[in-house]
C-alpha cells in the first residue's frame, strides 16, 4: 500500500508508521496525512506543520528513536511521484543557457530576446505526464520537417534531449486575483527536486513559432522521488547574478541562487551490456541561474494567477560558461555541429537505450531510459 515517508542515508522512514507507533504527536492527525500516495495533503499544511515534522524527525534520527517497523532499506522501496503535480511551469531563466540557445537559432541576432532581462521568461507545461525517476521514456513521434526535405512528416524524433533542470514544488496555495509580492514568494515553496525536461528538438523547432513550447515538451518530464525540503537547503542560498537592469518593483529584491553542485550522467547500451560505468557529461552549478525562485514565482502570479498545492517550477535548463556545463545536449553537440565523445562514439543526441541521470548535491537522482517508439 502506497505511504508516504522520508529517505535519510540509506533508509526510508515510513511516515505512517511513524505515526501509528504515536512518534508524531506534534503534527495534528499524522497517520491520516502520511497514509496516502502522495505528499500533497501534508505540503498544503503550511511552513508550521512542515517545520514541527522536521524538527521532531531531527530529533528522532539522532537519538536512535526510529521503531524498526518504520525503517526500511532505500533499495527495498518502491518510489512513486512524491506529490500529485498540479500546475507545471518552464521557465528559462539561465543566462548562459538562454545566449547559447540564442547563438543556435539565431546567430544573426541578438541572442537574447528584448524580454529577457526584463521578466523571467516562461511557458505553462503538462502537468499530466511528469513521471518519478526511473520511468523509461518512449522516444516521441510527432510532426517536423528534415533538412532537405520537401514537406513535414510524422516520425520517431531524431532529437531528443535533455535538460538539467531544478524543481521548485509548491506547498501552500495563493488566493486568485492577488499577486504573491517577491518578498513572501518563499512561504509558498515546500521544497526542491532535480528536473529533466525532455526535449525533441525537431519537434520543437517546427512547431514553436508562434505559440512556443508544446509537444516537443510535453512527451514526458522526469522528476526526483524524494523531494528535498527548502528548509534543508537555505544554507545553501548565495547572492545570484546582479539583474541589470534594475528589475521593475514586482520583481525587484536581492537575487539568490542555491550553491548546489549538479551533474549529468550518460550511459549508452553497449557501455551498459559492457559492465562499463556511466560518463559524467556535464558538470554545472545552480547558482547559474540569473532570476530568482521568488522572481519566478511573483512573476507567475502577477497577473493574479493562484499557485496551487502541487505546482511544479522548472528553472529553465542550467548552463555555465564552460563547455562541460551546458545542460542539454542542444548546447554540448552545438545542435549537432560539434559531436562530444561517449565511450570513445561522436554523439549528438540520444539513442535508444541510453541512459541518463541527473544528480546533485542534497538532491535525489533522476534518471530516465530511451526506449525505441511504439
Ligand atoms: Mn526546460
Known sequence: MPRTGVATGEHAIDLAALARAGALAEVEDAEGLFSQ???????????????????????????????????????????????????YVDFYSSLEHATNAGRIFRPEADPLPPNWRHLPVGYHGRAGTVVVSGTPIVRPCGQFWRHGQAAPEYLPSERVDIELELGVVIGTP???????????????????????????????????????????????????????????????????????????????????????????????????????????????????VYWSVEQQIAHLTANGASLRTGDLIGSGTISGPEREQRGSLLELSWNGEEPFELDGERRTYLEDGDEVTLSGELLSDVSGRIVPSH
Open 37 to 87: 500516495a502522495s505528499l500533497n495533503a501534508f505540503m498544503a499544511g503550511g511552513p508550521a506543520i512542515w517545520r514541527a515534522c522536521h524538527g521532531r524527525l531531527r530529533e528522532l534520527v539522532a537519538n536512535g528513536q526510529l521503531p524498526s517497523e518504520a525503517l526500511f532499506q532505500l533499495g527495498e522501496v518502491e518510489p512513486l511521484l512524491p506529490f500529485e503535480v498540479a500546475d
Open 174 to 288: 495563493s488566493e486568485h486575483g492577488r499577486p504573491v509580492p517577491v518578498d513572501e514568494a518563499l512561504e509558498h515553496v515546500f521544497g526542491l527536486v532535480l528536473l529533466n525536461d525532455w526535449s525533441a528538438r525537431d519537434v520543437q523547432g517546427w512547431e514553436t513559432v508562434p505559440l512556443g513550447p508544446f509537444l516537443g515538451k510535453s512527451f514526458a518530464t522526469s522528476i526526483g522521488a524524494w523531494v528535498t525540503p527548502l528548509e534543508d537547503l537555505m544554507d545553501r542560498r548565495v547572492p545570484g547574478a546582479a539583474q541589470d537592469p534594475v528589475p521593475l518593483d514586482y520583481l525587484r529584491t536581492e537575487p539568490m541562487a542555491f550553491d548546489l553542485e549538479l551533474s549529468v550522467s550518460l550511459r549508452s547500451a553497449g557501455m551498459a551490456s559492457r559492465g562499463e560505468p556511466p560518463q559524467t557529461i556535464v558538470r554545472t552549478s545552480a547558482r547559474n
